[in-house]
């Protein structure tokens, strides 16, 4: 195929598909957009769980039995940190703890996020372009019956328990990245790509910013989405609570339909979700349906073939 | 005794009498001011080298076997630093890290290195003070050849090979922290011990901050320095080798003592340099000769009754 692939992607579902789509396409051919809405500032650093999860994927460093960070990972940082009375809320391990440092002090030095996160998926061998949506600030803010938390002290502080009555973008309307910018003007882009990753919570950052939902729906090539429900639940994460809470009576696969809509022309759903497919071509979407747990290197490629496919870009393997 | 004693400390060699001090008196009864002119700023934390050493040893927590850093450290953010490009000529341990963390995170929202530093050392245990010997900015040069090095990158990075033209204290002046002042001007003063650390590069920058040196001579209370030399050769660092370029035409001891002048009046030296103690006992000195290597507490907490016996406080051991 021709043409370039802008791919959008939370964490650790999205990177999955993210490194399946890098392991099928040349560099020049795609860019992964993540999402930065969950940054936050710890302890002086400045983490960004998304595009760790991306750059840990791309690079194989990933580790595929806990489910994130990076492999064969070690915690001696975080339990002097304890020892020292710091927060322990958010567990940092060694090797995660080296990107963070290595992220903060450019950023600090007046590095731009996307300058960072080159110079890091360049030193880890990474030839595919991973950009942060932004190098501004769009943060993402959980409103409770009693207060708006930081995305993380809710996700990770909380355990995501406290209902979320209603999802804020604080920054909303801030500047794609340069990169990102760049990847929805090609005149060569192929297609869009909607990574499993929540839509609530990953996604909707991204269309936040300044004039990418309005470009997104204005562009002129398929807009294909993979959905992140395995039999109607979400694999990890808070999905399935938050499509409970604000699924606006929808279930399911027809949940996240009904919140992209126009956004996307093209699902792929999992084999278990089948009974939904009628539902969804009903709304006039196409629909694949196929595996979409993704175990590993070999499901990753040949789920990304099927999104290459689905945007009519490339056979099905 | 009662009264309270005031130690100048550097790093390994004077964390160990420090150590020993602290077995023999009580909190009340000690003060431990540590050099800060070598600490550094790297990948955007703060590093306080010679404060860290005085903290892993009065905690316990020191690697005796290495003879710095943290003991059963672990290595794995450096090298996934190193993976990342990042700058590897100073070593940096997990736990040692999460010092650093912990410490840079909390200077960088306000608190003075005072403060962080009782936050430190109260979150491990140890109920001596130990204090920077300033708050404010004091950093040791070393002027070569060619160029004016900061002190680390010369100690560490240039492992101490270019000669010290001369040894500059960048910000020479700064005021003593509080709690160096306040021990300054106790009235239960009882003696001032220097640690056998570095004359030139551990208690010089001490002596450099404002109206310290002129604080310590009027001071009517026994001044009592532990000698860093072993057989004329210091134990380890780059000691030996300021003495060769900087000693005026001195050597061993007689170079420390020339080095101190009017600042000590009693002199703890090594067996091994027994040959030492008349010319220094000529100079009005009174001399004590003892085993000042200092290989566990045992010896840690004998050498502090020495020092203190030698200030006529207690009895030998």
Same mark, same amino acid.
């Given at each position: #195929?021709?043409?370039?692939?802008?791919?959008?992607?939370?964490?650790? @579902?999205?990177?999955?598909?993210a490194a399946g789509l890098a392991a099928v396409l040349p560099p020049?051919?795609?860019?992964?957009?993540?999402?930065?809405?969950?940054?936050?500032?710890?302890?002086?650093?400045?983490?960004?769980?998304?595009? !760790?999860?991306v750059v840990y994927a791309l690079a194989g460093l990933n580790d595929t039995v806990r489910g994130w960070g990076v492999a064969e990972e070690s915690w001696q940082a975080m339990a002097m940190l304890k020892r020292l009375g710091e927060a322990d809320w958010f567990n940092l391990g !060694?090797? !995660?703890?080296? #990107?963070?440092? @290595?992220?903060?002090w450019r950023l600090r030095a007046g590095?731009?996020?996307?300058?960072?996160?080159?110079?890091?998926? @360049?030193?880890?061998?990474?030839?595919?372009?991973?950009?942060?949506?932004?190098?501004g600030r769009l943060s993402t803010l959980i409103e409770t019956d009693n207060e708006i938390m930081d995305f993380q002290r809710w996700f990770v502080g909380e355990q995501c328990?406290?209902?979320?009555?209603?999802?804020?973008? !604080?920054?909303?309307?801030?500047?794609?990245s340069p990169g990102f910018a760049e990847a929805l003007a090609r005149p060569d882009l192929a297609a869009v790509v909607l990574c499993p990753s929540n839509p609530f919570l990953s996604v909707d950052p991204i269309l936040a910013l300044g004039g990418v939902r309005e470009t997104l729906l204005a562009l002129k090539v398929p807009r294909v989405a993979v959905s992140p429900l395995i039999g109607g639940k979400a694999v990890k994460g808070p999905l399935g609570k938050l499509l409970e809470e604000r699924g606006q009576g929808q279930e399911g696969n027809a949940a996240i339909a009904g919140h992209y809509g126009k956004l996307i022309d093209h699902l792929l759903i999992d084999r278990s979700d089948d009974a939904d497919a009628g539902g969804l071509r009903e709304r006039g979407l196409s629909v694949t349906v196929t595996d979409t747990l993704m175990h590993g290197l070999a499901d990753q490629t040949r789920l990304a073939r099927e999104v290459l496919a689905a945007a009519g870009l490339q056979q099905p393997a």
């Amino acid at each position: #195929m021709t043409g370039h692939i802008l791919a959008l992607s939370g964490g650790v @579902g999205g990177a999955k598909l993210a490194a399946g789509l890098a392991a099928v396409l040349p560099p020049e051919q795609l860019t992964v957009v993540v999402n930065t809405g969950d940054d936050f500032e710890h302890l002086g650093l400045t983490i960004c769980p998304d595009i !760790d999860s991306v750059v840990y994927a791309l690079a194989g460093l990933n580790d595929t039995v806990r489910g994130w960070g990076v492999a064969e990972e070690s915690w001696q940082a975080m339990a002097m940190l304890k020892r020292l009375g710091e927060a322990d809320w958010f567990n940092l391990g !060694d090797r !995660d703890m080296a #990107m963070h440092l @290595g992220r903060s002090w450019r950023l600090r030095a007046g590095e731009s996020l996307s300058e960072v996160t080159a110079r890091l998926t @360049g030193a880890l061998g990474i030839p595919h372009r991973v950009v942060p949506m932004t190098d501004g600030r769009l943060s993402t803010l959980i409103e409770t019956d009693n207060e708006i938390m930081d995305f993380q002290r809710w996700f990770v502080g909380e355990q995501c328990r406290p209902v979320a009555k209603a999802i804020r973008f !604080d920054g909303a309307g801030a500047p794609p990245s340069p990169g990102f910018a760049e990847a929805l003007a090609r005149p060569d882009l192929a297609a869009v790509v909607l990574c499993p990753s929540n839509p609530f919570l990953s996604v909707d950052p991204i269309l936040a910013l300044g004039g990418v939902r309005e470009t997104l729906l204005a562009l002129k090539v398929p807009r294909v989405a993979v959905s992140p429900l395995i039999g109607g639940k979400a694999v990890k994460g808070p999905l399935g609570k938050l499509l409970e809470e604000r699924g606006q009576g929808q279930e399911g696969n027809a949940a996240i339909a009904g919140h992209y809509g126009k956004l996307i022309d093209h699902l792929l759903i999992d084999r278990s979700d089948d009974a939904d497919a009628g539902g969804l071509r009903e709304r006039g979407l196409s629909v694949t349906v196929t595996d979409t747990l993704m175990h590993g290197l070999a499901d990753q490629t040949r789920l990304a073939r099927e999104v290459l496919a689905a945007a009519g870009l490339q056979q099905p393997a």
